[in-house]
């Protein structure tokens, strides 16, 4: 297996340290000149047949359409413009893996079976995300904060991945246009999100994310018969909806299953396992699912939808 990485970044050397673990050697390559297919990186596509794409956004077009024939792990959001997505339907390879990190979570591995649980159908969610990284001296020179390299903010770096878990398990209808601001005025680019969603089964869920406020990760989805919770470092599934006492009035219902995680931990849990599911193909040579590829599509144009 030969390996190349495509950006240095925070979440390149995560990847780096899982390819180690596994004993996978690997390149480093970083242009030297911006936006530059240099002579360094047609040297590697010559040379290398597996290429990770964790360079910023805006760059992933530019080098999906260099690479296509080869194996690639790209970051989301696959694309920032709404033509290049109509280029990329057109590239399926089946060699082209797109990395939402809940694809692997404990929450979508539940969500998945929710059926196991007698849970019915699904009627709301409610995702809040935070932290507070834009309190932090450096934010101002993070790209996060640069209009130029995160166009549409924390809701392109960090909302995608809940878009995409909504979507993946329930399948979306459609998304207003989501609400972006900038609250800090640190940087250029958005810090705070809030988007609404409408399943295929006309479900609501609603998804807000900040680098505004204090550490703050919970997840609350509501069925016909029963609901699921996820807060700080546990997840809940309780039903069913009758649930009376000896009265005949409802009561809280009754505690299913309790799951204890870590947040960090599920997160990069599920990192490696997206990472591990990708080597896994490449080993054996095997393409990827349609299914996979068309759900990235789909999920990458509820970020292009609007102008801002």
Not at 154 to 181: A, G, M, R, W
Not at 224 to 233: H, K, P, T, V
Not at 240 to 257: E, H, R, S, Y
Request: glycine fraction near 4%; aromatic fraction near 14%.
């Amino acid at each position: 297996m030969k390996v190349v990485i495509i950006g240095n970044g925070g979440q390149s050397k995560k990847i780096q340290k899982i390819l180690k673990r596994k004993k996978i050697s690997y390149d480093i390559y970083k242009p030297k000149i911006k936006l530059s297919l240099d002579s360094e990186f047609r040297d590697k596509i010559k040379k290398f047949n597996i290429f990770f794409i964790t360079s910023p956004n805006t760059t992933h077009f530019k080098y999906l359409k260099n690479l296509s024939k080869k194996y690639i792990f790209c970051e989301k959001p696959p694309v920032s413009k709404l033509s290049d997505l109509e280029k990329l339907k057109k590239m399926n390879s089946g060699k082209i893996y797109f990395n939402f990190n809940f694809r692997f979570s404990k929450i979508k591995e539940i969500l998945e079976l929710s059926s196991r649980y007698k849970l019915g159908e699904l009627l709301y969610g409610n995702i809040i995300n935070s932290h507070g990284l834009a309190y932090k001296k450096d934010y101002k020179l993070n790209w996060r904060s640069n209009i130029k390299k995160n166009p549409l903010g924390i809701y392109e770096t960090v909302q995608i991945h809940f878009i995409d878990l909504v979507n993946f398990c329930f399948s979306i209808k459609k998304i207003d246009k989501p609400t972006l601001l900038n609250l800090s005025s640190s940087g250029t680019s958005y810090d705070t999100s809030h988007s609404k969603i409408y399943a295929e089964n006309n479900a609501v869920i609603d998804i807000f994310s900040t680098y505004k406020s204090c550490l703050s990760n919970k997840k609350y989805f509501l069925f016909q018969n029963g609901s699921l919770e996820q807060s700080n470092n546990s997840i809940t599934i309780r039903g069913p909806a009758k649930n009376l006492d000896k009265k005949g009035f409802f009561k809280n219902p009754n505690l299913i299953k309790k799951f204890t995680i870590s947040n960090k931990k599920d997160f990069d849990d599920s990192l490696e396992k997206s990472v591990n599911f990708f080597i896994k193909h490449c080993r054996r040579q095997k393409k990827f699912k349609k299914k996979l590829f068309l759900k990235s599509i789909s999920t990458n144009k509820y970020l292009l939808n609007y102008k801002f």
